[in-house]
């Protein structure tokens, strides 16, 4: 998903409560959202499937990421997901530190969500995560943003989340 494809328009986060969603649908996506109104699509060029946006076009960004994987008929197991997702972030020189871990549902998937501190050599990040497993996909809804923005990004993560609808 490129930035084009969002046109969304840059704004900053603003609070939680004042944020307006607007929908938002792709027929490359196995869901349909309502995303933060101002905010910008991202390319990381990672590979990944979905969409990705932040606050802003300069650092610092509250950054969200809705990704989904074909399960090709594979078993899922949530917790190896963690794991993987915990080693590559280790792999890149942070140190992580496990917050919070519960059961979690949207749009009517079940899954397992955890949310994490990560000290960096530039500072800190929380990090929260949610593992779905869809009857097609894994879904990786991802927010990350820096301590002092979290409790406000995060209120806004579950406002966004609380749109999601698979399909």
């Known amino acids: 998903m490129t930035a084009a494809a969002l046109a969304l328009a840059a704004s900053s986060l603003g609070a939680a409560g004042a944020q307006t969603l607007v929908p938002?649908?792709?027929?490359?996506?196995?869901?349909?959202?309502?995303?933060?109104?101002?905010?910008?699509g991202a390319?990381?060029?990672?590979?990944?499937?979905?969409?990705?946006?932040?606050?802003?076009?300069?650092?610092?960004?509250?950054?969200?990421?809705?990704?989904?994987?074909?399960k090709n008929g594979?078993?899922?197991?949530?917790?190896?997901?963690?794991?993987?997702?915990?080693?590559?972030?280790?792999?890149?020189?942070?140190t992580l530190k496990q917050l919070s871990s519960r059961a979690a549902r949207y749009g009517g998937v079940g899954g397992s969500e955890r949310e994490y501190s990560v000290t960096h050599p530039q500072g800190q990040l929380r990090i929260r995560v949610w593992y779905g497993n869809g009857a097609k996909n894994l879904y990786s809804f991802q927010l990350t943003d820096s301590p002092a923005r979290y409790a406000a990004a995060n209120a806004l993560f579950t406002k966004v989340l609380a749109t999601v609808r698979f399909q």
């Open 74 to 94: 594979a078993a899922v197991d949530l917790n190896t997901e963690f794991s993987k997702f915990e080693a590559g972030l280790k792999s890149s020189g942070v």
């Open 24 to 40: 938002f649908s792709d027929a490359k996506l196995p869901f349909r959202v309502s995303l933060p109104q101002g905010w910008l």
């Open 43 to 70: 390319d990381f060029a990672d590979g990944t499937s979905g969409v990705s946006l932040v606050s802003a076009k300069a650092p610092p960004a509250t950054l969200i990421r809705l990704l989904f994987m074909p």
